[in-house]
């Protein structure tokens, strides 16, 4: 049965997708109240922010490759970014022809409190998993995640 509706799934019941999607309705809410909303931040740009914050000179096309969209959706995101004042291109000291993105400290400070954040409200969203279900649960989706390099 659906979990608001009570309709019955059928073969969806087992369907890994769809139970995913199921999920994401809750953890897109989390975010929303957490992060969305508060801070004017979306899911693909804390991504990005996050991604550049721990990986030094990180270029588009790793960035591309990672979230597996085009090179120009990845440059018209940073471009928001370098806009919102919290992300700057560099150009490559060893190849002038290559950038590569820096988060500003503004970026860095809003990147660290909005997974901070993320995280608390997952926690109080989610507090219906003990800590070993959750531990579980993320270990298994990044298992489904990592199939994509086969």
């Known amino acids: ?15 890994l997708g769809y139970q995913m999607a199921q999920a994401t309705i809750i953890t897109n809410g989390c975010f929303s109240k957490a992060v969305g909303e508060p801070l004017g931040l979306g899911q693909v740009e804390l991504t990005l922010l996050q991604l550049i914050n721990q990986n030094a000179a990180t270029t588009p096309s790793r960035l591309a490759r990672a979230l597996a969209v085009t090179l120009p959706a990845i440059t018209a995101w940073i471009s928001k970014l370098e806009q919102r004042g919290w992300v700057t291109r560099q150009r490559s000291t060893t190849d ?9 400290p503004q970026g860095k400070a809003l990147a660290t409190q909005a997974v901070a954040a993320l995280l608390e409200a997952e926690q109080r969203d989610l507090a219906h998993l003990s800590p070993a279900e959750r531990a579980m649960l993320l270990e298994l989706l990044r298992k489904v995640a990592r199939r994509r390099k086969a």
């Open 96 to 104: 002038r022809r290559s950038r590569y993105f820096v988060v500003t």
């Open 1 to 15: 049965m659906t979990p608001q509706a009570g309709l019955d799934e059928g073969g969806l019941h087992d369907v």
